[in-house]
């Protein structure tokens, strides 16, 4: 019996001017784990008069992780945090009750050609975190642990796993782990996963119960304890989950909450501009005149 419950294909989505590629939430599988919300962004190619500009908008109820493969980006929230992200970084920003940041191309790359790519997560809060004072967490490449599985490159971006540890302070048990091979390599790690597991194909092609699965694709495992695949060469990877909350989740915009009273609250406080402001911003997303709640379910 096949051990893969879900096949989750990458499907395109308009952010702002900007085309991506929206991962979760997936009818079918609404999360894995912790995990809520993936969006591949690009790979963009930028003219000189083209810029990435994502303005002032809210989160509550989650953490968002930026992740990038190529390119940078000028994060900027209400908490005053002001810092540029590059390939291999991560930015950790966990909104709580309520936090407004930015993303925008650096100000001395606004005038050149550039190149954009990497993922956008959102992770959800446990409930009672998630009115929690919101908080910004900022690590550079060289500090996120890497080491070799067999031929196999491994770093883990954020959680545990595997015996290793990522710096980046989640709030509750989950693992995103990033694999890149050169050769092909059979990898048996099912017994280290827990929770909710799925893995997502970047790059080149992995083969698993003989059928082969190629790039921007999602797999979502039925059993994590029973994970083993071959990747082949030139090959990335991410497994990502964790243990999944009790409660259902519900989305709306920019908001995720197991209380939907939450989000009513947060969409008034957008629309009153109420939220504690971007310093040196004006402009801002508003909020959309036709948005549709729908559950996370467990």
């Not at 994502?54 to 992780?65: D, K, Y």
């Not at 929230?77 to 291999?88: A, F, N, Q, R, V």
């Not at 790359?109 to 959800?124: F, T």
């Not at 989950?241 to 009513?264: A, H």
Request: contains cysteine.
């Amino acid at each position: 019996m096949s051990n893969i419950q879900h096949i989750i294909e990458e499907r395109t989505h308009l952010v702002g001017n900007f085309r991506v590629g929206r991962l979760l939430p997936f009818r079918e599988k609404r999360m894995v784990g912790p995990f809520a919300f993936i969006d591949h962004m690009g790979p963009l190619q930028l003219s000189d008069h083209k810029n990435f500009d994502v303005p002032p908008h809210p989160h509550i109820g989650l953490s968002t992780l930026t992740y990038l493969f190529e390119g940078s980006i000028m994060h900027r929230d209400s908490l005053g945090t002001e810092i540029e992200i590059k390939p291999g970084a991560v930015n950790w920003m966990t909104a709580g009750k309520g936090i407004v940041h930015s993303e925008r191309t650096p100000e001395y790359l606004r005038k050149s050609n550039k190149s954009l790519h990497g993922l956008q997560i959102w992770v959800a809060l446990p409930k009672e975190l998630e009115q929690t004072e919101p908080s910004f967490f900022h690590i550079e490449a060289s500090k996120i642990p890497t080491w070799s599985i067999e031929s196999v490159d491994a770093k883990l971006i954020a959680g545990s796993l595997l015996g290793h540890q990522s710096e980046v302070p989640v709030h509750s048990p989950l693992y995103l782990l990033e694999l890149k091979s050169t050769s092909k390599q059979t990898l048996h790690i099912g017994s280290e996963l827990f929770g909710e597991s799925a893995l997502y194909i970047l790059e080149g092609s992995i083969v698993s119960e003989g059928t082969v699965f190629e790039s921007k694709q999602i797999l979502i495992a039925e059993d994590a304890s029973r994970c083993s695949f071959e990747m082949n060469e030139n090959t990335t990877v991410y497994i990502f989950g964790g243990k999944p909350f009790p409660e259902e989740r519900t989305i709306y915009w920019n908001f995720v909450s197991s209380d939907k009273n939450l989000i009513e609250m947060a969409k008034m406080r957008w629309q009153n501009q109420e939220f504690d402001k971007v310093p040196d911003e004006i402009e801002f997303v508003p909020l959309p005149k036709q948005q549709s709640n729908y559950k996370l379910k467990k």
